[in-house]
């Protein structure tokens, strides 16, 4: 089946880049303007090629740099001459992605997890000593907390603090290699303090009690002398050479009885009394780490933001040089096609484009939630739990998803976009620790999942037998359908004859809802269903299938994420008054769904949701939704709102149109005049015919 473009699919499509540019920029639109006039500045940009030395030199200096410019302040509390404003804070940092990612990351250390772990973490005896130092870069600080033998198992870290009483001091130790605290930034070279995450161990309650383990608490400790000698019993080394983010200086620690004061305990939510006795206000261990970590989710809203941010540039290159690229005499002898006139290319880059939107829209929603628990307004436990669910669902798509568009636009541009002077390959090295970092991406998704099954087992926690009959008889009945096709065999006979009645079938966001929602509650279901079988079994075996079914559990968060990202950008569309603008909006939230369906077809068809007839129609009706966004697909990612001091890219900078242009020119002039060469095809054809 063919559709042609009539004016009945594209009247009225134009794109208000202004609107656009506006929606995109969200809540804190103007505070997201002031930081990119801050990433213009030439001071805060990444030199290609510069030594690790002097790129770690640089990035110091740009941290004084944002210093001056009052850009490190908006989320510390106003009597340090902060804001409170937590959203606006992050919404402000993850801008800093288009300067230098180096600079992001060194940034967001020394003001996001040492000057917030301080704040979030400590008391207001401890704001008043510590934060001034940190908010002006007078005490440079690491953030301590990932080992080389525990990243995300943070619970299990083998560094420990023992408290001793006879001097109300902690002892810091580093009881084996495996416990060095590594890849930590600003700990080779500039960090003259920092927050160390360690075991608590307290004197027994009783006499000739063993110590207890009070689990993993945060202490500040000074880490190198007014010199920048490392202290005694401070071993330092520096983690060297990376794959990127070269200006920020990694290293490692290491700790042999280092004394720290008892005041030096962050203890908001556990401390330690002169004699050794241990009080929280947070009864249970497990609750009060979860709770304690918490408040540190911010790092992974902030890369969900600029990898966003990474992959927005990323496709202004390859949709700017894909429109002016010529190559290839298709349609005319006379005059190559661009790149975006082809199929392939709109397929490689406008479901990215989709995509892009779909996460930008649920960043915001995830920022204003971050908003709104770490200003007050709803700082409920379910609201946190519901944050850090929403960061560790999102932080995964966004920053895979943002390695695989900028590869993909690299490869978009050929051999110009291999060049140091495009960005693309030093962007997505750069970013590629992104996935891995404030959480490691599979790590955060298993969380997820664990929610979902938590959500599910919820549900019929209190339920009465008619509910639960109900809904067995429901399930039995859903069962039968698609065990035995008979959903798919009603969906046949509705289709039979008319393709295009399968195909407008998927344009429906009621169908585009039910497709992802079905997936993810029945992946969750059939997981619940697995792991229930081990349910009253020795833990050992509770492991094992749990193991046994992770790649499941796993896939059950991914198309979790694919509803969130779907509905952020369905409720977005509800935004937007401008006819055109909704059009053209609205086939990218349609490109974003069935792209995510297409990836995942074989499900549908094994589980009997969507006939073999319904589904042959699908990757046709993409192509057109496709062709429908290529005329606006320049206007997309001008309303991303990046001038050229943030894209800084040769592809993007109009350079290729006037090499077009010229090159057409001079063809012109070579044919119209008696000079021109005539092509060996031409002469063949003639000889061949006789003329």
Not at 107 to 134: C, K
Not at 163 to 184: C, G, I, M, Q, S
Request: glycine share 8%; hydrophobic share 40%; with cysteine.
């Amino acid at each position: 089946m063919t559709e042609s473009l009539t004016e009945e699919t594209t009247t009225d499509a134009a794109v208000d880049k202004e609107l656009l540019e506006k929606l995109l920029l969200g809540r804190w639109a103007e505070t997201r303007r002031v930081s990119r006039a801050v990433a213009a500045d030439p001071q805060f940009h990444k030199v290609e090629g510069i030594t690790k030395e002097d790129h770690r030199e640089r990035v110091l200096k740009q941290l004084h740099g944002l210093v001056e410019a009052g850009a490190v302040q908006r989320a510390f509390p106003e009597e340090f001459g902060g804001q409170d404003a937590h959203g606006a804070n992050i919404a402000a940092f993850e801008e800093l992605v288009t300067a230098d990612p180096s600079l992001q990351i060194k940034s967001g250390v020394q003001w996001g997890l040492f000057g917030a772990a301080v704040l979030h973490l400590g008391s207001e005896e401890h704001h008043a000593r510590f934060l001034p130092g940190i908010m002006d870069l007078s005490v440079p600080g690491a953030f301590a907390m990932t080992e080389i033998g525990h990243g995300s198992d943070v619970a299990s870290l083998g560094t420990t603090a023992t408290y001793d009483p006879t001097t109300e001091e902690f002892v810091l130790n580093t009881p084996f290699p495996a416990a060095t605290k590594r890849y930590l930034g600003n700990a080779a070279v500039d960090a003259k303090d920092a927050v160390v995450f360690a075991q608590l161990i307290t004197p027994g309650e009783e006499e000739g009690q063993a110590p207890i383990n009070r689990g993993v608490h945060a202490f500040y400790c000074h880490i190198r002398d007014e010199q920048g000698n490392p202290l005694p019993g401070v071993t330092i080394g520096d983690d060297g050479q990376k794959g990127g983010l070269n200006g920020v200086d990694n290293g490692q620690f290491t700790f042999d009885s280092i004394r720290i004061p008892r005041t030096y305990l962050l203890n908001r939510y556990g401390d330690v009394a002169a004699d050794g006795t241990y009080t929280s206000s947070i009864e249970s261990p497990g609750r009060r780490f979860f709770t304690m970590i918490g408040t540190l989710v911010q790092g992974r809203v902030s890369l969900t933001g600029a990898a966003l941010a990474a992959s927005k540039l990323g496709l202004i290159g390859a949709i700017t040089y894909g429109n002016q690229r010529r190559q290839f005499n298709a349609s005319s002898t006379t005059e190559e096609e661009v790149l975006m006139d082809y199929q392939l290319h709109q397929r490689r880059l406008i479901p990215r484009l989709a995509t892009t939107l779909a996460a930008s829209f649920a960043h915001e929603k995830l920022l204003t939630k971050l908003d709104d628990v770490f200003s007050g307004a709803d700082d409920s436990d379910q609201n946190r739990q519901e944050l850090e669910t929403l960061a560790a669902a999102i932080k995964p798509i966004a920053t895979w998803h943002a390695l695989d568009t900028l590869q993909e636009a690299r490869e978009a541009c050929g051999g110009a976009g291999f060049m140091a002077e495009n960005r693309f390959t030093s962007l997505r090295a750069d970013l590629d620790i992104y996935v891995t970092f404030e959480g490691d991406n599979n790590v955060l998704l298993q969380l997820v999942a664990k929610r979902l099954l938590s959500d599910y087992a919820a549900e019929f926690k209190n339920a009465d037998a008619g509910a639960l009959s109900r809904y067995v008889a429901t399930q039995a009945q859903s069962t039968v359908l698609h065990r035995f096709g008979l959903r798919r065999a009603f969906q046949s006979v509705q289709d039979t004859g008319d393709e295009r009645r399968s195909a407008n079938w998927f344009k429906q966001p009621d169908v585009q809802r039910d497709l992802l929602t079905d997936r993810v509650r029945q992946m969750v279901i059939d997981a619940a269903g697995e792991l229930r079988s081990a349910a009253k079994k020795p833990a050992a075996e509770q492991a094992a299938t749990f193991n046994e079914h992770q790649y499941e559990i796993i896939g059950a968060a991914k198309a979790h994420a694919d509803l969130l990202l779907w509905e952020a950008f369905t409720e977005a569309l509800e935004e937007i008054e401008d006819p055109g603008t909704k059009k053209v909006m609205t086939w990218l939230r349609d490109i974003y769904a069935l792209s995510r369906i297409e990836e995942t077809l074989d499900w549908y068809l094994i589980n009997g949701r969507v006939s073999a007839q319904r589904a042959k129609t699908l990757s046709p009706y993409i192509n057109r939704l496709v062709a429908r966004v290529r005329p606006h697909a320049q206007d997309i990612v001008d309303a991303f709102g990046y001038t050229d001091e943030h894209i800084r890219m040769e592809v993007a900078s109009g350079a290729e149109r006037e090499r077009q242009e010229e090159a057409i020119e001079h063809y012109r002039r070579l044919r119209a005049s008696s000079s021109a060469p005539v092509d060996e095809k031409v002469l063949l054809k003639q000889k061949r015919s006789g003329s």
